[in-house]
């Protein structure tokens, strides 16, 4: 059973930055790791203990540096292991192998204004983003190419969000010049036109867009709305079908929203959304009502696994891959948990001579750890072990209270 209620306040946090924290990703390649963007201008990417938090951590596993603003925006690449993106009020974006911890590319002059949000596409080819100067783009970042865009895809001054479906369409929320919020859809081939425009209200509030490629819905949050309103999608005119809307009533003040994977298929759960109210966390479960007890498997066609479909280098070098797919047959089962590496690079590896270029990898590793870090690390791993200790004895005095309370109503 899920315990709820308030936490402690002296529970254990991660809290390494020295800004406030942004933006943050979960990585869909290990359930292990986090990348956290923040004010203090650096992304961070941390490696959480398999049965979470002991104590407060303030070790990252690796450091990303080079934005020279705060950074918003943290998305990790769909299908390549340790390819992260960021976005910062630089207006610029970085493409990070976190394995060696080095940019490997950077969008400099692409957007003229704050970067609204950026999402990749199912394959991770190529990403697109919403900007404050009021446009779309689609832009190939290996190729440092905008490859289609669409000024004032909404006329309205409020902000835009943009995300890719699954077919390579793009879907679009903003406002229209009156201020009624819209949803739009656009056919990246030729983006002069939407393929429909859908008005909703007059509300402050950006609709945020959360999608699921394999249902085809799209939740809208609206930031500051008490109601969640979901569409499903389709190939065909009108495109577009308002499915229904889920109304509470308290405002959320942000939303969080499960991978498909750590949804229990035994009740038909299709989303499961985490609503941010003042002072809470609230979890708020989509279900679609069957009679059967048995999989549907039409609510859960295969879906994106935790294995990547390439190694960073190989995305970096030009190749594709598409999600590669697991059935939740019998619900997700966790795989072998694998440790996260960072390689850092010498820099003098760059100036070596060719003949060396073929010797082991093992050669051009990291140049050696500086003592002092070792000595935060181990003392890390002592007040772990210590407040694991500490959990066995109070949980050992706990069984023998219970024992002693059990022999007495035995008697």
């Not at 939740?328 to 060719?354: A, C, P």
Request: with cysteine; charged share 25%; hydrophobic share 35%.
């Amino acid at each position: 059973s899920l315990q709820t209620g308030r936490i402690d306040k002296a529970y254990p946090t991660v809290c390494g930055h020295t800004g406030p924290v942004l933006d943050i990703d979960w990585c869909p390649h290990n359930d292990h790791v986090i990348a956290s963007g923040s004010e203090d201008c650096t992304v961070m990417v941390w490696q959480i203990p398999e049965n979470g938090l002991v104590t407060s951590m303030s070790e990252p596993l690796v450091v990303l540096e080079g934005h020279s603003k705060r950074v918003g925006i943290i998305t990790w690449h769909p299908t390549a292991r340790n390819v992260l993106l960021s976005a910062g009020c630089d207006n610029q974006i970085y493409i990070w192998n976190v394995g060696t911890g080095e940019a490997m590319i950077r969008l400099e002059d692409m957007h003229p204004d704050v970067i609204f949000n950026v999402t990749w596409n199912r394959n991770g080819s190529l990403i697109c983003t919403a900007c404050k100067d009021k446009t779309i783009r689609v832009i190939d970042p290996r190729k440092e190419a905008i490859v289609a865009e669409k000024e004032k895809a909404h006329e309205g001054a409020r902000p835009m969000r943009a995300i890719f479906l699954a077919d390579g369409n793009v879907l679009t929320t903003g406002f229209s010049r009156m201020s009624e919020r819209q949803l739009a859809l656009w056919n990246t081939d030729n983006m002069e036109e939407p393929m429909t425009v859908n008005e909703m209200d007059t509300s402050n509030g950006v609709l945020l867009p959360f999608y699921d490629p394999d249902t085809s819905i799209v939740y809208l949050c609206g930031k500051g709305d008490s109601s969640i309103r979901y569409f499903e999608i389709t190939d065909e005119a009108p495109y577009v079908h308002f499915l229904s809307t889920f109304a509470t009533k308290e405002p959320q003040r942000g939303m969080g929203y499960m991978p498909k994977r750590g949804l229990d298929v035994n009740k038909c759960e299709i989303a499961r959304f985490y609503k941010l109210h003042e002072r809470k966390c609230e979890p708020i479960v989509m279900t679609v009502p069957r009679k059967s007890d048995l999989f549907q498997d039409d609510l859960y066609p295969d879906t994106s696994g935790p294995d990547p479909a390439l190694e960073a280098e190989e995305w970096f070098d030009g190749k594709n891959g598409d999600p590669i797919l697991i059935s939740l047959k019998n619900g997700y089962v966790q795989g072998k948990h694998r440790e996260f590496k960072v390689v850092k690079k010498n820099i003098l590896d760059s100036k070596v001579t060719k003949n060396s270029e073929n010797s082991s990898p093992a050669n051009k590793s990291a140049s050696p750890t500086p003592v002092i870090k070792s000595e935060a690390k181990l003392e890390e791993i002592l007040k772990e072990i210590k407040s694991l200790k500490d959990l066995v004895s109070s949980q050992e005095k706990r069984i023998i209270k219970l024992e002693d309370q059990m022999s007495k109503i035995a008697i």
